[in-house]
């Protein structure tokens, strides 16, 4: 299985202020047949499920806010809020779907300093 | 619209069966991948296993192999996850999660609203 790590475990950030997580995977999910990597982002609020933030690293889903930007390639991925909004509180995972099993990250609180 | 509607919160004994449903509509179910993730309370993500119901070709994550049975039926549109024997720590929320397709088997762009299940004695 590729395990996924990610950091920090929960990190509290002021309105407006950039909040930054970091998702490592044990080994690359970048297939070279496309170039792609196969991380995708989501946010959970709570009681509620997760959502789709981001796909191939760094690909919006659609309606996802401009403030929400991926990066990262092969094993080392960022997941970026450049400007922190009341809505954003929630836990975020990062997720390989380059090989079943698809395995989560543990998962990123972000709160409101 | 697509939708995935699962069954109610259920509360079982250590030792009953259970099976749980989603129902799929909105698109064409027997045409995209169908996944079940497990959410333990206060816990993480994390992935059980993914069935087409084109074929009902299933595969599931070494840590839940012999211990659920993901399972479909195309002519309901319904995807299922049963146990033959729950204990304590099957207690957790469980999502059906629908992949998007286009070969990503495991990247989800839709989510049933979660079914609880809660075993104890």
């Known amino acids: 299985d590729i395990v996924m790590t990610q950091s920090p475990d929960s990190l509290a950030v002021s309105l407006g202020e950039r909040a930054t997580i970091n998702c490592k995977s044990s080994q690359s999910v970048l297939h070279s047949s496309n170039i792609k990597n196969y991380l995708a982002w989501y946010q959970q609020k709570a009681g509620q499920p997760p959502k789709l933030l981001i796909y191939?690293?760094?690909t919006r889903e659609s309606g996802v806010p401009d403030r929400f930007s991926g990066s990262g390639s092969g094993t080392d991925f960022t997941l970026t809020i450049s400007s922190l909004q009341a809505e954003d509180v929630a836990v975020y995972y990062c997720q390989q779907f380059f090989s079943t099993p698809f395995t989560f990250g543990p998962g990123t609180k972000v709160d409101i300093k | 619209e697509v939708q995935l509607v699962q069954s109610g919160a259920e509360v079982k004994k250590p030792g009953e069966s259970l099976k749980i449903s989603c129902k799929g509509s909105g698109y064409s179910f027997t045409s995209y991948w169908i996944g079940w993730v497990r959410q333990m309370p206060g816990k993480g993500l994390e992935w059980m296993g993914i069935i087409y119901p084109g074929d009902s070709d299933t595969r599931y994550s070494p840590s839940f192999q012999g211990q659920v049975t993901i399972s479909v039926d195309k002519s309901v549109s319904t995807a299922y996850l049963q146990w033959s024997s729950l204990k304590a720590s099957d207690t957790a929320i469980y999502y059906c999660a629908r992949p998007g397709g286009g070969g990503a088997q495991g990247l989800v762009d839709y989510w049933g609203q979660g079914t609880l299940v809660t075993v104890s004695s």
């Open positions: 191939w690293a760094s």
